[in-house]
T-cell receptor, first 114, second 110 residues
Framework: NAGVTQTPKFQVLKTGQSMTLQCAQDMNHNSMYWYRQDPGMGLRLIYYSASEGTTDKGEVPNGYNVSRLNKREFSLRLESAAPSQTSVYFC?????????????FGPGTRLTVL | RKEVEQDPGPFNVPEGATVAFNCTYSNSASQSFFWYRQDCRKEPKLLMSVYSSGNEDGRFTAQLNRASQYISLLIRDSKLSDSATYLCVVNEGTGNQFYFGTGTSLTVIP
């Protein structure tokens, strides 16, 4: 099992460009999440998908959109990148939306917006 | 006010030492609690869940104090391989809204 995979690992964008970060999990998990991690701040939830076919906003959703393509895949789109979106992005999944479930994280995407 | 607060450290301790980290949370309705470990430039990985009665896993002991709204992690007999950032994570009961502390940096020195 690969667990949670993310592509790309690194990306540099210019302000105003768009891109999609891809995430896939092979653990048959129902719930998936997108976080960003910035220096001096904890991971912050951008969007989540409690189950296939549903998505909801997290703490910092502005400037992002998501698609739960199927049970395995959950993508994050930046329509018009801004320097404030320079960050490390982590995708995570867990078996269900029960509070006691552990989250499993992907290796992250390091994004720089110039 | 932050949902979860941790002392960022750094904590620099010699091998074999015992070190403790604390974390406070603001929402008294929080339901589940975790400690994650994050190595430099890597993803977070679960170290242990924190149960109301406290729990131990080898050299690691986690405690929860609901009355004072804090969580602790005790590491005994520190190893060089314990050097990492330790993240306190709280779920407020919805199942999906997890709040992360900024992490406490630990370096174990030979």
């Amino acid at each position: 099992n690969a667990g949670v995979t993310q592509t790309p690992k690194f990306q540099v964008l210019k302000t105003g460009q768009s891109m999609t970060l891809q995430c896939a999990q092979d653990m048959n998990h129902n719930s998936m999440y997108w976080y960003r991690q910035d220096p001096g701040m904890g991971l912050r939830l951008i969007y989540y998908s409690a189950s296939e076919g549903t998505t909801d906003k997290g703490e910092v959703p502005n400037g992002y959109n998501v698609s739960r393509l199927n049970k395995r895949e959950f993508s994050l789109r930046l329509e018009s990148a801004a320097p404030s979106q320079t960050s490390v992005y982590f995708c995570a999944s867990k078996p269900s939306d029960r509070a006691y479930n552990e989250q499993f994280f992907g290796p992250g995407t390091r994004l720089t917006v110039l | 006010r932050k949902e979860v607060e941790q002392d960022p450290g750094p904590f620099n301790v010699p091998e074999g030492a015992t070190v403790a980290f604390n974390c406070t949370y603001s929402n008294s309705a929080s339901q589940s609690f975790f400690w994650y470990r994050q190595d430099c430039r890597k993803e977070p990985k679960l170290l242990m869940s924190v149960y109301s009665s406290g729990n131990e896993d080898g050299r690691f002991t986690a405690q929860l104090n609901r009355a004072s709204q804090y969580i602790s992690l005790l590491i005994r007999d520190s190893k060089l391989s314990d050097s990492a950032t330790y993240l306190c994570v709280v779920n407020e009961g919805t199942g999906n809204q997890f709040y992360f502390g900024t992490g406490t940096s630990l370096t174990v020195i030979p």
